[in-house]
């Protein structure tokens, strides 16, 4: 089992940076595929920015590619994702999420992933 704790939540003006953190405890974090997650006000929790196990592979939704950066520190069990160029339409609770696997590509499906944290919400101001 592995427990997901999301942090660096808040509220920005659009343009503006975030970085949001997620520490895993409870096991090593080392093999897991792990993943950013988002759900709005009225909508469905999307994908958002996956990694691999190795960090040497990423994946983001079309709407944030070029202004998000999704990144790990497995000593440190950590993962993050930077956010830049905020947007209104950004608003959303942000989750992490895992699952203990090597797949060939990093799933998308919120289905796919057994680990979630709490989430952290973030709000862009216009």
């Known amino acids: 089992q592995v427990q997901l704790r999301e942090s660096g939540g808040g509220l920005v003006q659009a343009g503006g940076s975030l970085r949001l953190s997620c520490v895993a405890s409870?096991?090593?974090?080392?093999?897991?595929?792990a993943g950013w997650f988002r759900q709005a006000p009225g909508k469905e929790r999307e994908f958002v920015a996956g990694?691999?196990?190795?960090?040497?592979?990423?994946s983001y939704a079309d709407s944030v590619k070029g202004r998000f950066t999704i990144s790990r520190d497995t000593a440190k069990n950590l993962l993050y994702l930077q956010m830049s160029s905020l947007k209104p339409e950004d608003t959303a609770v942000y989750y992490c999420?895992?699952?203990?696997?090597?797949?060939?590509?990093?799933?998308?499906?919120?289905?796919?992933?057994?680990?979630w944290g709490q989430g952290t919400q973030v709000t862009v101001s216009s």
């Open positions: 999420a895992a699952d203990i696997d090597y797949p060939a590509t990093i799933p998308v499906s919120r289905r796919y992933y057994d680990y």
């Open positions: 990694i691999d196990w190795s960090g040497r592979s990423t």
């Open positions: 409870g096991r090593a974090f080392n093999n897991y595929v």
